[in-house]
């Protein structure tokens, strides 16, 4: 028995079938597996990619950010396609991450200074197991400026969020991806 299908029907079908796989393709290029996760964690040698940030305060940002072109609101910041991270292995951090927020103490200098930015080599790690699955997982920088406290949040499939704490301004929340450290070239 054949039943007809009306063009709107198909018309309806095709977009659900086009929004399936995109929500397809984005998940399998933002997630690693429960293996590889499990390894790069375990091994402390793995980078955080940043794709949203939210900050605290939202409403005054919006306040801000409405004023520019191309802003859609809603305060979360889309970051994809930037290269805003944080890398993690046994004997560095290094944070390159923007900042959206109230900042209690200014900071001075250049452009380059602002943000979450930072490389030690000093500094406390500690990674605990989650009961649903995942990390959670503690970092405090010893021999930076600014006195920072980075939680972040891994599940077993490869996602994190990412809160940084900090007692010269409010804190931010990274949503993102854990992926592994890509080897460094030798020259």
């Known amino acids: 028995m054949n039943i007809p299908i009306k063009p709107v029907q198909m018309k309806t079908l095709k977009n659900i079938l086009l929004i399936a796989l995109l929500f397809t393709a984005v998940k399998s290029k933002a997630q690693t597996d429960n293996v590889t996760t499990a390894r790069i964690v375990e091994a402390q040698n793995y980078v955080f990619v940043a794709t949203t940030a939210l900050p605290l305060n939202a409403a005054d940002i919006n306040q801000i950010m409405n004023r520019m072109p191309g802003y859609n609101g809603g305060g979360t910041i ?110």
Do not use: C, H, M
């Open 78 to 187: 889309n970051l994809s396609g930037s290269s805003y991270d944080l890398s993690v292995t046994k004997d560095s951090v290094v944070s390159y991450l923007p900042y959206y927020g109230r900042s209690y103490t200014p900071k001075y200098g250049t452009l380059d200074e602002n943000g979450i930015k930072f490389k030690t080599k000093k500094f406390d790690y500690k990674s605990s197991p989650r009961k649903k699955g995942g990390w959670n997982i503690a970092v405090r920088p010893k021999d930076v400026k600014d006195n920072y406290t980075l939680n972040l949040v891994i599940t077993e499939s490869g996602y994190g969020t990412l809160t940084v704490n900090n007692n010269n301004q409010q804190s931010i929340t990274f949503n993102g991806y854990i992926a592994e450290t890509k080897p460094k070239k030798k020259s």
